[in-house]
């Protein structure tokens, strides 16, 4: 945060004896992305608010950095309507998209959050296309892979569900997204009625939880749930 601070101090010295207008607001507008990053959502609103309305800005490149802002402060906020409307707006000016993979991931995320289930999969999809390239993205790829089984898995097509979830474990940085992605293909295989096939996943993610570990627990307590919910749920229902 101390970084910040210092970079924020340049900058306001800085528009004390800028001249040209464009730098002013590129300099404005690198501020409010500093705000951001100190969680001052407000203060940086409000300049991109003032800059949004210039009339040599509304249509620049310069709009597309402010779009993007203005959508990561809702993103974070949870405002996911508003995030939406802001990258879309951004994504249909034709202008470069900053970031792509996190740009894209992120708008998915708000559109599945508004359960626009059909957009937010094609952002996901265009998403993963970017993602990986930098070792700061790679450990959002199979999350990105994991979201995108989940929506297969809601448009009923298990099959590249099962492929999504496979990536997600194989690009997984983190030991909890593994399994997570082990388990939600085995839910998937006994979905599809294929019980060999997700038993021998569960007793993989068993033998790397061990005996008394939390996913040995998970699966088993799911397992057993399944089956008794086959053999009882439609007497319940009635």
Request: hydrophobic fraction near 40%; charged fraction near 25%.
């Amino acid at each position: 945060m101390g970084f910040i601070d210092d970079y924020l101090n340049v900058l306001n010295r800085y528009l004390k004896v800028a001249q040209d207008e464009a730098v002013v607001h590129q300099v404005h507008l690198a501020i409010a992305e500093g705000l951001v990053l100190q969680g001052n959502y407000d203060e940086a609103q409000k300049i991109l608010n003032e800059l949004a309305v210039k009339p040599t800005i509304r249509k620049g490149v310069l709009m597309v950095g402010i779009r993007k802002t203005m959508a990561d402060i809702a993103y974070m906020r949870q405002q996911y309507a508003e995030a939406a409307a802001n990258y879309d707006a951004m994504i249909r000016s034709g202008l470069d998209v900053p970031e792509p993979g996190p740009t894209y991931y992120k708008y998915a995320r708000a559109l599945r959050e508004k359960k626009e289930n059909s957009q937010a999969l094609q952002n996901y999809l265009t998403a993963v296309q970017y993602l990986g390239g930098e070792k700061s993205e790679k450990e959002k790829t199979g999350i990105v892979y994991k979201e995108i089984g989940d929506l297969y898995l809601i448009k009923d097509n298990p099959v590249i569900s099962l492929d999504m979830y496979s990536k997600a474990f194989e690009a997984a940085g983190d030991a909890e997204l593994k399994f997570w992605s082990q388990f939600l293909m085995g839910k998937t295989y006994m979905r599809m009625n294929k019980d060999d096939q997700a038993q021998n996943v569960f007793t993989q993610m068993k033998a790397a939880s061990g005996a008394e570990g939390f996913w040995t627990k998970v699966t088993d307590f799911y397992v057993a749930d399944y089956y008794w919910w086959n053999k009882y749920g439609e007497s319940i229902s009635r």
